[in-house]
Structure formats: structure tokens, C-alpha cells
């Protein structure tokens, strides 16, 4: 079981994860795969929702492989590269990805997530005044349109990138903001820690 207090979407997927959504075969339900296209781009860019569902191709710099936007909740101009599987995704949507509304996203990207069997039994604990209340969830029933900037924020640091750099391209005005999406357990900060180490004695 993984405890998550009040924060009903704190969950990030994997690279591997993301890698089995990405070679899922969904040519038979055009709908869902242009969610999953769309999905991925997100967990890839860190874009938020409401600027990737307005990704356009003003927005591409393709002689530097980049994205180019002023964000639309905070207004911050952001340089995005396009990374991994963002540019082959874009292309086959001539830089102008399906716009979806908001709530046909997070209804139907779960699908995505139990079609991969991700059963991971979640415990998400609410506080109601004084009393706390518990639930249980599967992963694939907590992901949703916050889960791509959480995913990027998440692998992006625990590949190595560092966080002031990372916080440039997400956007976020302060690290403390920065922090809260960084999904890291306890064993992922001891791991981190030792290859750390293992990199500078060498």
C-alpha cells in the first residue's frame, strides 16, 4: 500500500509505465489513442492542461526542437524541448494536437492506466474537520490531467536533471511550489543518494 494524505492526485506514472502506455495498440478506438498521444506529450512537456489542449503549431520551434509558449495560468514565457516521444506524437498530428475537453480527458486516460494493469492499491486519506477519512484506490483510478506535470516533474528529477534547471522549463515560480509534484519515496531517496555518491568516487 502507498499512503497518500489529502492530495487525491498525487500519483506520477513511471518511464517504463509510460513506455507500456505508449506501445498500447488502440487503433480500434481513435478517441482513446489521441487521449494517450496527448497523455504522454504532457508527461514528456509538463505542460499543464489547459496549455497543452492549446498546443499549436505557432507554439513549435522546429529548427531548435523546442515548444514556445506563454503559460496560460501564470503567464510565464517557458522553452520546453521536445523530447523522447513528443516529436514523432506531434508530427503525426502536424504540430496541432486533438483538442479534448478537460472532462472526456480524465474520464476516459483511467483506461489507459487499467489497460496496463496498473493495480497498485493506493490509501488516500481525506481530513473532513477533525475526522480523517480512508479510501482505497487502484492506480489507474487516480490518473488524470494532473498526472503528466507530476510524471514529468518526477522522472525528470530522478534522472539526474537538476531542479533550479527543471523548475525553468515546468514554470513553477518557487521551489517550494516546485516541490509538492515531485512524487520521491523513501527508497527512491536513498537510491538517489547512493548513485550520487557512486558518481563522484568515480
Given amino acids: 500500500?502507498?499512503?497518500?494524505?489529502?492530495?487525491?492526485d498525487a500519483i506520477y506514472l513511471s518511464e517504463k509505465e509510460l513506455s507500456?502506455?505508449?506501445e498500447l495498440d488502440l487503433s480500434d478506438d481513435k478517441q482513446l489513442e489521441e487521449i494517450r498521444d496527448v497523455f504522454i506529450t504532457g508527461c514528456?512537456?509538463?505542460?499543464?492542461?489547459?496549455?497543452?489542449?492549446?498546443?499549436?503549431?505557432?507554439?513549435?520551434?522546429?529548427?531548435?526542437?523546442?515548444?514556445?509558449?506563454?503559460?496560460r495560468k501564470v503567464h510565464k514565457a517557458v522553452v520546453i524541448?521536445?523530447?523522447?516521444?513528443?516529436?514523432?506524437?506531434?508530427?503525426?498530428?502536424?504540430?496541432?494536437?486533438p483538442k479534448i475537453p478537460r472532462y472526456m480527458f480524465n474520464e476516459r486516460v483511467k483506461e489507459l492506466g487499467r489497460k496496463i494493469k496498473?493495480?497498485?492499491?493506493?490509501?488516500?486519506?481525506?481530513?473532513?474537520?477533525?475526522?480523517?477519512?480512508?479510501?482505497?484506490?487502484?492506480?489507474?483510478e487516480?490518473?488524470?490531467?494532473?498526472?503528466?506535470?507530476?510524471?514529468?516533474?518526477?522522472?525528470?528529477?530522478?534522472?539526474?536533471?537538476?531542479?533550479?534547471?527543471?523548475?525553468r522549463i515546468s514554470g513553477h515560480k518557487s521551489p517550494s511550489a516546485f516541490m509538492r509534484y515531485i512524487k520521491v519515496d523513501n527508497q527512491q531517496?536513498?537510491?538517489?543518494?547512493?548513485?550520487?555518491?557512486?558518481?563522484?568516487a568515480r
Avoid at 498546443?55 to 503559460?71: M, R, T, W
Fill in 81 to 97: 524541448p521536445m523530447i523522447d516521444y513528443v516529436p514523432e506524437i506531434l508530427k503525426k498530428y502536424n504540430y496541432d494536437l
Fill in 20 to 22: 507500456t502506455i505508449h
Fill in 118 to 140: 496498473l493495480s497498485q492499491k493506493i490509501e488516500v486519506v481525506r481530513r473532513k474537520g477533525k475526522e480523517r477519512e480512508k479510501r482505497v484506490y487502484e492506480k489507474w
Fill in 142 to 167: 487516480m490518473i488524470s490531467s494532473h498526472t503528466c506535470r507530476r510524471s514529468f516533474c518526477t522522472n525528470m528529477y530522478l534522472s539526474g536533471f537538476p531542479a533550479a534547471e527543471l523548475m
Fill in 189 to 200: 531517496a536513498a537510491k538517489r543518494l547512493k548513485e550520487l555518491r557512486a558518481k563522484l
Fill in 44 to 71: 514528456f512537456t509538463g505542460l499543464r492542461y489547459s496549455d497543452l489542449s492549446t498546443l499549436s503549431p505557432e507554439h513549435i520551434d522546429l529548427d531548435n526542437e523546442n515548444i514556445n509558449l506563454k503559460q
Fill in 1 to 8: 500500500f502507498k499512503v497518500v494524505e489529502e492530495e487525491t
